[in-house]
């Protein structure tokens, strides 16, 4: 598995990583042998949030023993998001995933609270050394733009947003705004939600055109076509181990040729008024 330089952090993580959102609405013995295949395969980018329902106690059980070989990620309420609130937030998700810290903790996205009083919670958690780093999640430019006034550079570590073929609406301003500053992408939902192209649809065809000749599948030339900027990671989920073998394919670098086809397969439209977000 392909890893590069997550932002600021100094930390080499992995570019297809693992997310967890309804992870734990299925299988709990199938949804731990997913992670765990994903481990071994190298996507040791594990993702979840508070807000997750049991997803934490699940990746528990999924990671023990096995601590030290994960960057892991998880994400405080905006309704939590008071300075007190989430560092009492950050200690449950500690508690739930039976671990001392998190690789980076980040705002889910923009709620009532001031960002200062966010920022200034997630610094003392750095100092406390239970958590790592920190970041945002759905934060369009006008939002990094001012969190970085709160902050100053060299503290947001990612921005973790929508992205996938069917939206692309973060190539306008999120991702270059990230570049700029050294921020790390996330695309969460990189398949989209419940709508991956199917073959029989134009772009579908491009997809599995391409996935035939590299002998891959669509899902796998997807990520690859998602990640081709060194900025950008994904965290795709997956219900089964054999699903998480299919997307820890990571090593699949698409030709110039292959991206300029999947560009005109999936336009990338004009700038939206917001950021899009599930």
Request: hydrophobic fraction near 40%; charged fraction near 25%; proline fraction near 4%.
């Amino acid at each position: 598995m392909n890893t590069h330089p997550f932002g600021q952090t100094g930390a080499n993580v992995s570019v297809i990583g693992q997310g967890t959102w309804y992870l734990d609405h299925g299988d709990r013995k199938r949804a731990i042998a997913a992670l765990q295949r994903g481990l071994d395969l190298g996507m040791t980018h594990i993702d979840t949030a508070e807000m997750y329902g049991d997803a934490e106690l699940v990746i528990a059980d999924a990671i023990a023993g096995r601590r030290d070989e994960v960057f892991l990620v998880s994400k405080v309420l905006p309704s939590n998001a008071s300075r007190r609130g989430t560092i009492a937030a950050c200690e449950r998700s500690l508690k739930r995933l039976k671990t001392d810290r998190l690789d980076c903790y980040l705002l889910h996205w923009r709620g009532s609270y001031p960002l200062e009083d966010t920022v200034a919670a997630f610094e003392e958690l750095v100092q406390s050394g239970k958590i790592k780093s920190w970041g945002v999640s759905n934060f369009d430019a006008d939002d990094l733009d001012e969190i970085l006034e709160v902050a100053g550079e060299s503290r947001i570590a990612c921005n973790q947003v929508l992205y996938h073929l069917k939206e692309r609406a973060i190539e306008h301003e999120v991702i270059p705004w990230c570049e700029r500053h050294n921020v790390a992408v996330v695309a969460y939902s990189p398949f989209g939600h419940d709508d991956f192209p199917a073959s029989s649809s134009k772009g579908g065809a491009v997809l599995a055109r391409i996935a035939e000749t590299r002998r891959a599948t669509p899902r796998q030339v997807a990520l690859s076509f998602l990640t081709r900027a060194t900025t950008v990671f994904a965290i795709p989920k997956a219900s089964s181990a054999e699903h998480a073998g299919e997307n820890a394919a990571g090593d699949l670098v698409l030709t110039k040729d292959e991206i300029a086809a999947l560009d005109a397969a999936f336009p990338r439209g004009p700038k939206p008024r917001g950021l899009p977000m599930l």
